[in-house]
C-alpha cells in the first residue's frame, strides 16, 4: 500500500512533555566526547555541575515523538529509512535542566519517484513549558527508500549548502569511544542497532553503529571549539546531510569554513577517510 501523503502532512502528533535534570546534561555531554581531556577548563562546564553549560545540540534529544513512521498506519517501509539530513535553530538558550514541550509535524512529503525513494520532512519545536519561549526549532529529513512513486509532488527540495572550493581554514579532530553509542543511547535512543552486534549484522554493518545524531553532536562540539569560543550562545544555527555512519572508537575530523558569520563545514572519518556529515552550514551570532 503507497504511502498517504495527506495522512502523513495530518499526522496527531500529541505533545511531549519532558523533564530532565543537570545529570541528563551532563550525560548528554559526555556522549558526545566532551570531557575527553580532564584537564582541558573549557570543556569542564558541560560535564560538571558547578557553573554548568547545555550544548545547543542537546535540543535533537529533547521532546521526541518517538519513532512515529513504523507505525503501520503511515503506510511506510520504516525498515528502508534512512536519517537523511538534520537541522537546528536556537531562538533561546536551552537551560541546565527544566521542562520543556516538544511539539511535532509534518511540513512536507516529497516523491522522488518510483524505485527512487520519498522525502519527509518534519519539524519539532522545543518550548520551554514555564515561560512559554521557543527554544529551539529541529528540522528532520527521512529518506523512504521504499517509498517512492505514490504519485506526490516532486519538489520544492531545499538545495544542500555548497561548501568552498579552497582548502579548509579550520580542522579539528575529536576521537570517539568505543562504547560511545553505549553512552550516547542513554539520552534516549535505544535503538539495538547501535548496541546489539546480531542487530547491526543483519542491518548489514559489521558491528553496531553511531548513532547520527551522535555524530550531529560532535560537529557541533567541533564547531563549539573552533569557532564560538566553547559559548553556546555564540552558535544560532546548524545542518547537516548525513552520507556514511561512524562506528564508536573512530576519530571524526570536521573541516571549518569560515566567511563572517557564516561557517561551512564537513566531517570525514580520518581511519577510513570517508565523509561522514556533508554540506554542512552554521550561522554564528558572536
Not at 541528563?24 to 566532551?34: E, F, H, P, S
Not at 517509498?147 to 575529536?174: I, K, M, Q, W, Y
Not at 547537516?240 to 564537513?266: C, H, K, L, N, Q
Request: aromatic share 8%.
Amino acid at each position: 500500500m503507497p504511502i498517504d501523503r495527506q495522512q502523513l502532512l495530518n499526522w496527531p502528533f500529541q505533545d511531549v512533555e519532558q523533564t530532565y535534570t543537570a545529570r541528563d546534561t551532563i550525560l548528554y555531554a559526555l556522549g558526545v566526547g566532551l570531557g575527553a581531556d580532564p584537564l582541558d577548563e573549557a570543556q569542564l562546564p558541560f560535564v560538571y555541575e558547578n557553573g554548568l553549560k547545555t550544548l545547543p545540540t542537546m535540543s535533537v534529544v529533547l521532546g521526541y515523538p518517538g519513532f512515529w513512521l513504523s507505525d503501520p498506519r503511515t503506510g511506510a517501509d520504516w525498515k528502508r529509512l534512512l536519517h537523511g539530513e538534520q537541522s537546528l535553530e536556537v531562538f533561546a538558550p536551552l537551560p541546565e535542566a527544566g521542562t520543556v514541550i516538544g511539539r511535532t509535524r509534518v511540513v512536507d512529503v516529497i516523491d522522488k519517484g518510483k524505485d527512487k525513494g520519498a522525502l519527509v520532512i518534519s519539524e519539532r519545536d522545543i518550548i520551554d513549558k514555564a515561560s512559554g519561549t521557543l527554544l529551539t526549532r529541529l528540522s528532520s529529513t527521512s529518506f523512504l527508500r521504499g517509498d517512492g512513486g505514490f504519485g506526490g509532488p516532486s519538489g520544492p527540495v531545499a538545495a544542500p549548502h555548497v561548501l568552498p572550493e579552497r582548502a579548509p581554514d579550520l580542522t579539528v579532530s575529536l576521537p570517539t569511544l568505543p562504547q560511545a553509542a553505549l553512552i550516547y543511547r542513554l539520552s534516549g535512543d535505544y535503538n539495538p542497532l547501535h548496541a546489539d552486534p546480531k542487530v547491526a549484522r543483519a542491518g548489514g554493518f559489521d558491528r553496531p553503529i553511531l548513532h547520527g545524531l551522535c555524530t550531529f553532536g560532535v560537529a557541533g562540539h567541533a564547531l563549539l571549539k573552533a569557532v564560538c569560543g566553547y559559548r553556546p550562545e555564540a552558535l544560532k544555527s546548524m545542518r547537516v546531510r548525513f552520507t556514511a555512519p561512524v562506528y564508536p572508537g573512530e576519530t571524526i575530523r570536521t573541516e571549518i569554513w569560515r566567511d563572517g558569520t557564516v561557517v561551512s563545514f564537513r566531517c570525514l572519518v580520518e581511519e577510513r577517510n570517508l565523509m561522514v556529515l556533508g554540506n554542512g552550514r552554521a550561522d554564528l551570532a558572536l
